[in-house]
């Protein structure tokens, strides 16, 4: 007997673990899983705003989130994490390595992203690299002997449109503002996070652990005007994202919808990058 549609998406019994699960995706992500019926590990460095997401994802969905600040750049840390994620729930079915430093342009932000390439400073560099991709070696390392163990399991990496193109940086310039720039280190990072996908999912071949990578495009946060007007305007779709729209294709991939799925990256980015 197939499973029925209901069945594929439903994530009953398992165990996710997000990182960045406090963030402006990370916490869509969370309350999604959840709603399917995943019990979610908020794994962020933020440890109040984990806590207070997995209460408040604990009581919209009913079934039990736990919280555990972890910095994906520290081995340790994220050790620590997944063995708290064991003695909690006992397994580990889903990893969503969403944790990144994404230098956002939203108003909060303006202004703080003067360095072009010639000056950017190596810390900049080392601490990007260190966050937005070793993180995530850290952490499918670190969940990897349970799901070996237990036969199943499915790593989704979520990447960007700048690791397959290039940022369009006219979308940052402001007439009577000094320059700014998308960082080279997000292009690399999120560049790299598809050649680690790649890695993983033919590593794992035959041992049940499926891994693919999500590509969103821009989210709307509160961006001003001129950004939204220029980012649209680069799109097929002709607007940015929404949240809920990045949520819903993280679930196909968690879940047994997806189940002829690995090595894949499934690109959610409104058709930027078909032109």
Not at 8 to 13: E, H, K, N, V
Request: net charge negative; charged share 20%.
């Amino acid at each position: 007997m197939g499973m029925t549609l209901e069945q594929r998406f439903d994530l009953s019994g398992q165990v996710a673990i997000v990182t960045g699960g406090a963030g402006l995706l990370g916490a869509g992500y969370c309350h999604t899983l959840s709603a399917a019926g995943a019990r979610v590990v908020v794994a962020d460095i933020d440890g109040p705003a984990a806590e207070a997401l997995a209460g408040a994802v604990t009581k919209a969905s009913g079934v039990k989130s736990l919280a555990v600040r972890t910095d994906v750049a520290d081995q340790a840390s994220v050790r620590a994490m997944v063995e708290s994620a064991l003695a909690e729930f006992g397994r580990i079915d889903v990893l969503v390595n969403n944790a990144a430093l994404d230098p956002k342009f939203d108003a909060a932000h303006a202004g703080s992203h003067a360095s072009s390439f010639e000056e950017l400073p190596l810390e900049a560099w080392q601490q990007s690299l260190a966050v937005n991709i070793t993180g995530m070696f850290l952490c499918a390392q670190a969940v990897s002997r349970s799901m070996l163990s237990a036969g199943r399991g499915v790593i989704v990496n979520i990447s960007s449109t700048y690791g397959l193109v290039g940022p369009d940086q006219r979308l940052y310039a402001r007439e009577g503002r000094p320059t700014e720039y998308k960082p080279v280190t997000y292009t690399v990072a999120k560049a790299a996070v598809i050649g680690l996908t790649r890695y993983l999912a033919t590593y794992f071949a035959g041992k049940g652990i499926r891994v693919n990578t999500m590509t969103p495009g821009g989210v709307f946060a509160g961006h001003d005007e001129e950004f939204v007007r220029r980012y649209s305007a680069r799109t097929v779709l002709g607007r940015m994202a929404e949240k809920e729209e990045m949520s819903s294709a993280l679930l196909f991939l968690v879940s047994d919808a997806s189940s002829y799925m690995t090595g894949a990256n499934l690109v959610v980015d409104g058709g930027w990058t078909a032109w």
